[in-house]
């Protein structure tokens, strides 16, 4: 089955600096790939995702890149500020065929300290 | 649009009793997945269901826990004679479909502890 590496497990950066979280899959016909924000004690919030049909997309701060030839995509979030501290999950579809089946990384613990 | 609702929020059983968590998808939803997060860990997936349909329980345990999304009402994921280390987070997603259009929506969660 599908598995999904995630790195760092923590980060910490200070307010302003830019933060990058990196995942690896080994599913190929994995093609979507969604970032969760978690913050404590709350339900995981869907930040942005990608399709397999796209390198890059943008959203405001925080921007996505996948490389289907190496199976790994990572998160960057600029300008850094201290509600961005949470836990970020990355995931893939195992299979393919199904945005709601999918295989979690472990999670990074992001800390922005003002 | 309320999004989707679980409920209880926290749960607290004694080995050996039953634990039934429930989950109504956002409207318009007909698709339902629950999802267990141990401590500190990420999110696993156990069931897929449409309405009186379960269309994946790759990661349900095979044994005490089972799944249903009747005609009429929420979902509900059974636990029966409830073990510690069924002490996780239960959550609840939808979509509006299957497929490879429609992203998850996830719910607030069901913390359960087994003492």
């Given at each position: 089955?599908?598995?999904?590496?995630?790195?760092?497990?923590?980060?910490?950066?200070?307010?302003?600096?830019s933060?990058?979280?990196?995942?690896?899959?080994?599913?190929?016909?994995?093609?979507?790939?969604?970032?969760?924000?978690?913050?404590?004690?709350?339900?995981?919030?869907?930040?942005?995702?990608?399709?397999?049909?796209?390198?890059?997309?943008?959203?405001?701060?925080?921007?996505?890149?996948?490389?289907?030839?190496?199976?790994?995509?990572?998160?960057?979030?600029?300008?850094?500020?201290?509600?961005?501290?949470?836990?970020?999950?990355?995931?893939?579809?195992?299979?393919?065929?199904?945005?709601?089946?999918?295989?979690?990384?472990q999670?990074?613990?992001?800390?922005?300290?003002? | 649009?309320?999004?989707?609702?679980?409920?209880?929020?926290?749960?607290?059983?004694?080995?050996?009793?039953?634990?039934?968590?429930?989950?109504?998808?956002?409207?318009?939803?007909?698709?339902?997945?629950?999802?267990r997060?141990?401590?500190?860990?990420?999110?696993?997936?156990?069931?897929?269901?449409?309405?009186?349909?379960?269309?994946?329980?790759?990661?349900?345990?095979?044994?005490?826990?089972?799944a249903?999304?009747?005609?009429?009402?929420?979902?509900?994921?059974?636990?029966?004679?409830?073990?510690?280390?069924?002490?996780?987070?239960?959550?609840?997603?939808?979509?509006?479909?299957?497929?490879?259009?429609?992203?998850?929506?996830?719910?607030?969660?069901?913390r359960?502890?087994?003492?």
């Amino acid at each position: 089955g599908e598995n999904v590496e995630q790195h760092p497990s923590t980060l910490s950066v200070q307010e302003g600096d830019s933060a990058v979280i990196k995942c690896t899959y080994s599913d190929s016909a994995s093609n979507y790939f969604p970032w969760y924000k978690q913050e404590l004690g709350k339900r995981p919030q869907l930040i942005i995702d990608i399709r397999s049909n796209v390198g890059e997309k943008k959203d405001q701060r925080i921007a996505v890149t996948l490389n289907k030839t190496a199976k790994h995509f990572s998160l960057h979030i600029t300008e850094t500020q201290p509600e961005d501290s949470a836990v970020y999950f990355c995931a893939g579809n195992a299979g393919g065929t199904s945005y709601g089946k999918l295989t979690f990384g472990q999670g990074t613990i992001l800390t922005v300290h003002p | 649009n309320a999004g989707v609702m679980q409920n209880p929020r926290h749960l607290v059983r004694r080995r050996g009793q039953e634990a039934r968590l429930r989950c109504s998808p956002m409207k318009g939803h007909s698709h339902v997945y629950w999802y267990r997060q141990l401590p500190e860990e990420g999110l696993k997936f156990m069931v897929y269901l449409q309405k009186e349909n379960i269309i994946d329980e790759s990661g349900m345990p095979k044994e005490r826990f089972s799944a249903e999304f009747p005609k009429e009402g929420p979902s509900i994921l059974r636990i029966q004679q409830v073990v510690r280390g069924d002490s996780a987070a239960y959550f609840c997603a939808s979509s509006k479909a299957g497929g490879t259009d429609s992203p998850l929506h996830f719910g607030n969660g069901t913390r359960l502890t087994v003492t």
